[in-house]
């Protein structure tokens, strides 16, 4: 069983930024992709950021130029980068993990962590 944990969120004030961090209890080389995502209050959750094993990446429309997902194979960690941050980015940000087991795509997902962007 993969173990996914988020830390890094917070509260800050909007023009901010803040890095979270995804530690995962398995090689990331392992996985597919690992991947971000976010949901607000009432909202569905959405994707924000995700990285392939190949290191390609995809952003929401959104996010781009203001965030930035990487990996660090050898700590297993996989980071995103939030700066000019906004109020409308305040969620509570889940850690995903690909990985397939034979022919089937298993889903790994974090608890989450809350980051909050004031006016």
């Known amino acids: 069983q993969v173990q996914l944990v988020e830390s890094g969120g917070g509260l800050v004030q909007a023009g901010g930024s803040l890095r979270l961090s995804c530690a995962a209890s398995?090689?990331?080389?392992?996985?597919?992709?690992m991947n971000w995502y976010r949901q607000a209050p009432g909202k569905q959750r959405e994707s924000v950021a995700g990285?392939?094993?190949?290191?390609?990446?995809n952003y929401l429309d959104s996010v781009k130029g203001r965030f930035t997902i990487s990996r660090d194979n050898a700590k297993n960690t996989v980071y995103l980068q939030m700066n000019s941050l906004k109020p409308e980015d305040t969620a509570t940000y889940y850690c995903?993990?690909?990985?397939?087991?034979?022919?089937?795509?298993?889903?790994?997902w974090g608890k989450g962590t809350l980051v909050t962007v004031s006016s």
């Open positions: 995903n993990a690909e990985k397939f087991s034979g022919l089937r795509l298993m889903n790994y």
């Open positions: 398995a090689s990331t080389f392992s996985f597919n992709a």
């Open positions: 990285i392939s094993s190949g290191g390609s990446t």
